[in-house]
T-cell receptor, first 112, second 112 residues
Framework: GENVEQHPSTLSVQEGDSAVIKCTYSDSASNYFPWYKQELGKGPQLIIDIRSNVGEKKDQRIAVTLNKTAKHFSLHITETQPEDSAVYFCATEGDTGNQFYFGTGTSLTVIP | DTGVSQDPRHKITKRGQNVTFRCDPI?????LYWYRQTLGQGPEFLTYFQNEAQLEKSRLLSDRFSAERPKGSFSTLEIQRTEQGDSAMYLCASSPSGYTQYFGPGTRLTVL
């Protein structure tokens, strides 16, 4: 199956600074790369996604970049706010398109 | 609230007992997924339904686990002869397209 590695596992930033989380994957056939935010006691919530036909996508303070050749993609959060504190997961689809493989998560803490 | 509901939210059971969880997806979503999440890990894919058809199961899924989605609406996940290693959060997600997934709040299972 797909192998998704996510780094770092924990990240602390000062409010207003940027945060970057990186993921690598193994299956070159993967074409869809979502990022999820999970708050305590809740299910993951999609925050942004990218498909393999584009290299970058931005939505306000959040952006995702994709390098298919190197098989890695990154989440960028600018002007971080305390409410950005949560666990973030990257994911990719498996070879059938019906399975999704998640990274091990990054616990982001934004210090006011 | 994503519109996906799960019941119960918490379940404590003794080893060897059977348990059943229910997921109610967003009504117009024909795709439904079950995941298992343990502490400090990302969601792990268990199985996928398109309408009432179970199209994919994780190769790692024990035969003690079974899932159904009668009439393509709600779904149930049953675990027979529970073991302590089954303790986890069980997440359900639905999708209209096979891409964006909307997760429920999860059912936390504790096996004593």
């Amino acid at each position: 199956g797909e192998n998704v590695e996510q780094h770092p596992s924990t990240l602390s930033v000062q409010e207003g600074d940027s945060a970057v989380i990186k993921c690598t994957y193994s299956d070159s056939a993967s074409n869809y790369f979502p990022w999820y935010k999970q708050e305590l006691g809740k299910g993951p919530q999609l925050i942004i996604d990218i498909r393999s036909n584009v290299g970058e996508k931005k939505d306000q303070r959040i952006a995702v970049t994709l390098n298919k050749t190197a098989k890695h993609f990154s989440l960028h959060i600018t002007e971080t706010q305390p409410e950005d504190s949560a666990v973030y997961f990257c994911a990719t689809e498996g070879d059938t398109g019906n399975q999704f493989y998640f990274g091990t998560g990054t616990s982001l803490t934004v210090i006011p | 609230d994503t519109g996906v509901s799960q019941d119960p939210r918490h379940k404590i059971t003794k080893r060897g007992q059977n348990v059943t969880f229910r997921c109610d997806p967003i009504s117009e979503h024909n795709r439904l997924y079950w995941y298992r999440q343990t502490l400090g890990q990302g969601p792990e894919f268990l199985t996928y339904f398109q309408n009432e058809a179970q199209l994919e199961k994780s190769r790692l899924l024990s035969d003690r686990f079974s899932a159904e989605r009668p009439k393509g609406s709600f779904s149930t996940l049953e675990i027979q002869r529970t073991e302590q290693g089954d303790s986890a959060m069980y997440l359900c997600a639905s999708s209209p397209s096979g891409y964006t997934q909307y997760f429920g709040p999860g059912t936390r299972l504790t096996v004593l």
